[in-house]
């Protein structure tokens, strides 16, 4: 009977240590997030309840992390077409059956309490067939990556219909990073950039909200509404912050004025309760995660699995920076959580179940 | 592709991403440390109030010790401004046609008074339901009443508001004992959340509230008399 | 295969990333207030409120002074907001 096992091919104690050193860290970083969203709630009317709600998505989250991981990465290769079928079906279906929550028409009600957002699944999966199609037999050609794009554009416009400008940011750059290390030219990723480039223009001429979104965050001090209000709370939720933070639980301003401080705003709050150094150390988990990934990536020989796995620390980190560099007034209100930190169980669930499944890719060497 | 390749191009990557994250810290660091004093001086101004907790004007009483003059406290339910968009018109307007029958013209003269003499059941009940609306208030309305024959009304006289809002006698008794009748105000500090709500953790009594003293006249009020109402507004509500 | 010194440099790698997170929970922030602390302070204030909206008690009309003692006592804050009036910015 063939033995199931849980360990990466490092050699010696480090490799069966890996996944686990790799899920207690994440265990870790999902308490942090518990805790600021704690914070970010402490004054309002109940504020344990996103935080111990967190909690429990948490625990499901390292059970889809073992169980991720302990299935083998081949079945994954297999199932790559289905499953992106499968997001492209829910993101349609989204359009038309789904709730409205701040804006964005991207849940599917399940039950009163219990809503899933199939775009955050969605990014799994889109990883996942996209790597296993850009290191399939057939060479890379200007065809293929024709082909690519032209799916990846699918996905992103039906994003773009939500709206969830964000998300469609975080698609697009897991495309490019796929794009970009599985040997496609240079020339028409450009070419790429290019035309989704102008699609955005296009995009934010038509719809107001996003035209006031950016006018909003080029002039704050302007009366472009809420959004130059919103930029104008994240300059002053991290002035509250200062060095080293107001305290756990004592996010007063974010609690008080800015909107949505557990989900698109949590990077602020966090500031305000922990500081700079406190922002700074979660920057530096973000980005000693993505180290990690490559340097797993590194590992694995040939194949879908090293670009997968590449592919997961990269996709999770521009989610991070972006997320970051919104709540910093370095980009304008895009609507994007941060990875593990933020509230929401979808997304939690999915980046448990993208790090499962890159160590079962790992594995597999 | 080779190892090397890959190896070169996720670096690349991994690069640009680390120089990305050193650029979104930069801007951490101007916001939370370089712009602070002054990001934190627009805050204060934005969201922390300093209130005036009212004191009640001492009564005038008769030889017998009978209430001829006193201050009455009640609360009143006014809409303050029009708001801004029509979407949140509509839910404002959904919003009070639950408790109010008559509908709100958006073109009458602000404040506009909703209902006077709240009970104290109303005041949590409005308070409550209408918590995310700045535009509605309940405020509070100081009446002084007097009651007796007019030669007694006369007798204990009048009060006005005067330039800073506080409530002085101006003739009669009201006038001769206008010190040991005026109270003194309280004061308290506390921040406004985005809807005007008190945030009640930052809340300060930085003044307690004095009431003013009872005085004892030396007429008789007749029994069975009427009393009437002075209303003083209060000068900033 | 890895030699066995990179395999445990790796090791003190992970090992720090886990220690580095658990300092950010333990204590990234000041721990200025722990939850007790702000409780009690919540109910000073509480009880301050409670003594400022009783003096007031004696100018409620006589029909709502008993609902007026027992909401203000159960809501202080909610009825000092109010009788307050004359906001100025600090």
Known sequence: MRKIRFSIPLGGKSGRLLPFAALLILTVAGLLGCLSIYSARAFSEAPLVFAMKQLVWLGAGVAV????????????????????????????????????????????????????QPSEFGKVFFLLWLSVAATGSAAASFRKTLFLFGMSFLVILLLMLEPDFGGALVFFAAFLTVMAVSGAS?????????????????????????????????????????DAWHIRQFQYTMAHGGWSGSAWGNALWSSAFLPLPHTDSLFASLVESTGFIGGMIVICGFCAMGAGFTAMSWKIREGAGRVFVFGVGAMYLVQALIHISVNSVLLPPTGVTLPLLSYGGSSLLSVMLACGMAFSAAKEE | MAAGGFKLKTLTILSFLLIWAVVAAAHVFYYAVAKREESLAETRRIAWRE??????????????????????????????????????????????????????????????????????????????????????????????????????????GKTARNNAGEIVGISGLERKYDMELSGRAGRVIVMLDRNGNWCNETLRITRRAENGKDITADFLLPAGTDASVERLENAEN | MEPVRKNGRMHYVLYAAILLLSLLLLGAGRFREDLGNRRIRSMQTKAACREAVAELENGIAERYRQSWSELAGAEPELFLRACSAGMKAQ
């Open chain 1, 65 to 116: 992390f073992l169980a991720a991981g302990l299935v083998p990465f081949s079945w994954y290769r297999k199932a790559a077409c289905w499953l992106f079928l499968l997001t492209l079906l829910s993101l349609f279906l989204v359009l038309f059956c789904g709730v409205e929550i701040n804006g964005m028409h991207g849940w599917f009600r399940l039950t009163e309490t219990l809503s899933i």
């Open chain 1, 186 to 226: 240079s020339r028409h990723l450009a070419a790429a950039v290019a035309l989704l480039a102008v699609c955005g223009v296009i995009f934010i001429a038509l719809n107001d909200y996003a035209l006031l979104r950016i006018l909003g965050y080029l002039d704050p001090e302007g009366g472009y509404g809420v």
């Open chain 2, 51 to 156: 209130a005036e907790i009212p004191a009640l004007r001492g009564k005038i009483l008769d030889r017998n010790g009978v209430p001829a003059a006193w201050t009455e406290l009640c609360h009143d339910f006014i809409l303050e401004r029009v708001p801004e968009s029509p979407r949140r018109r509509e839910t404002l307007r959904r919003r009070m046609a639950r408790f109010f029958s008559a509908e709100v013209s958006w073109t009458a003269k602000m404040p506009l008074l909703l209902k006077n003499s709240l009970s104290p059941e109303e005041i949590v009940l409005y308070a409550r339901e209408f918590r995310f609306f700045p535009e509605v208030r309940i405020v509070p309305v100081i009446r002084r009443v007097v009651t007796g024959p007019p030669e007694i009304r006369e007798r204990i």
